[in-house]
Structure formats: structure tokens, C-alpha cells
């Protein structure tokens, strides 16, 4: 299925279960988040029930358009409307970026964050 995937150039795979053949995975270069791994097939226990309709994980209603974020650190689903939220995570990316690049220049790790926010990154802007 990844292989199948990669081809038809879908974007990468979010599992609310286990998968397996993570290291096809990896091979391809292909993105995949899950629960967890396990050893055993899904064949004819899992199925597409449908497309371009919302779909429940964990809770969370989640509507075409989602934008899905995905890292090693977990999965989060932005709506396709919530423009504020995406510039916010743009913002805190860079800065952390700027962060290391000033602790790498010679800056301590503690006047690099003081120097460019970063105890304020994720408090409401006006």
C-alpha cells in the first residue's frame, strides 16, 4: 500500500491503529505516523469506506480542506480556515531556527532565547 501510495503521490499516511512494514516505509522515503507496529497484516481487515467526507480520529472531527501536520512528535489537524494558527507554528519554527543558528554562531543557549522571544512564542498575539 505505500508503494501504491508513493506512486499516486499521495503526501503520507496517518494511521489511528498500528501499521507494519516500517522499513518499506523508510525505504521509500515515505511519511507514515501510527499508534504504533505491530507484525501482523491488515489484509482483508482493512478497507477504504470513503473519500472526500469527514472522518473521526480520536475525537476530533476532521473535514477535507484539514490541514494535517505531522512530525516524529505526533499528528495535529489544523482547519483549512485557521490561517492564524499557521502563521503562529510558521513563526515559532523560524524562531527556534534563529535560536540554534545564534547558539551555533557562540550566543549561550539562554541569551539566544532571551534575545528573540522564545519564552513569549506560543503566548496570544495582538
Known sequence: MTEIAAVRGIAGTVINGVCR??????????????RGCFMRTGKDRVRLEAVGVPVT??????????????????????????????????????????IVATARAGSTLR???????????????P
Do not use: K, M, W
Not at 475525537?59 to 482547519?79: E, L, R
Open 21 to 34: 512494514d516500517v522499513s518499506a516505509c523508510l525505504a521509500q522515503n515515505y511519511p507514515l505516523f501510527s
Open 111 to 125: 541569551a539566544a532565547r532571551e534575545t528573540l522571544g522564545y519564552h513569549t512564542l506560543q503566548t496570544r498575539q
Open 57 to 98: 480520529v480520536s475525537a476530533i472531527q476532521i473535514h477535507p480542506g484539514t490541514f494535517i501536520c505531522a512530525d516524529a512528535d505526533g499528528v495535529v489537524a489544523v482547519p483549512a480556515d485557521a490561517g492564524r494558527i499557521i502563521e503562529t507554528a510558521e513563526r515559532v519554527e523560524r524562531i527556534e531556527s534563529d
